[in-house]
């Protein structure tokens, strides 16, 4: 049995809007061309911490980050509270940065959608860490392979070492 499970985009969805929701919006001469689905997403969620790895900026928390960035070609969607952040560009693909080396940002070959599922992917091995204090090699090695479904080389570019 699998310790790592790939969560369906329609079952992060469900994950992500369970309970109750005020509807936030972007600025109606905002720029940037996101996808609906992520759109619909942020203005539905207040920022969330889905892993260690991964918080999901709300819409007008990622406003403010964007303000903070002003980077005219990408988004900043999410961060890790450590100085991190994630970023799309115009074609929903994800890239990251890294707040020690600050000179350009990392393409990770995946999209918004693939970033949430890696996103819950880490937050099953979040807890299995919470609960064993420690992390073996071959749960590291599962782990790798189940970031490898979500896109073939996904483990070889993945930012964060444990």
């Not at 940002?105 to 918004?112: G, H, K, Q, T, V």
């Not at 782990?143 to 896109?151: E, R």
């Amino acid at each position: 049995m699998s310790l790592f499970k790939i969560l369906t985009i329609e079952d992060v969805e469900s994950e992500m809007l369970a309970g109750k929701r005020a509807v936030q919006n972007f600025p109606k001469t905002m720029a940037f061309p996101l996808s609906e689905w992520y759109v619909k997403l942020v203005t539905q969620i207040k920022t969330i911490e889905i892993s260690s790895e991964a918080i999901l900026y709300s819409s007008i928390e990622a406003i403010t980050e964007n303000k903070e960035f002003e980077l005219p070609h990408y988004w900043c969607f999410a961060g890790n509270g450590q100085g991190d952040r994630w970023f799309l560009n115009s074609g929903n693909q994800v890239f990251f940065y890294d707040h020690d080396y600050d000179e350009k940002l990392e393409p990770m070959n995946i999209n918004f959608e693939q970033w949430l599922q890696m996103a819950f992917v880490i937050q099953q091995l979040d807890h299995y860490f919470e609960e064993y204090e420690d992390i073996p090699k071959p749960v590291k090695q599962e782990f790798y392979d189940t970031l490898n479904t979500i896109h073939i080389k996904l483990s070889e570019i993945y930012p964060f070492t444990f």
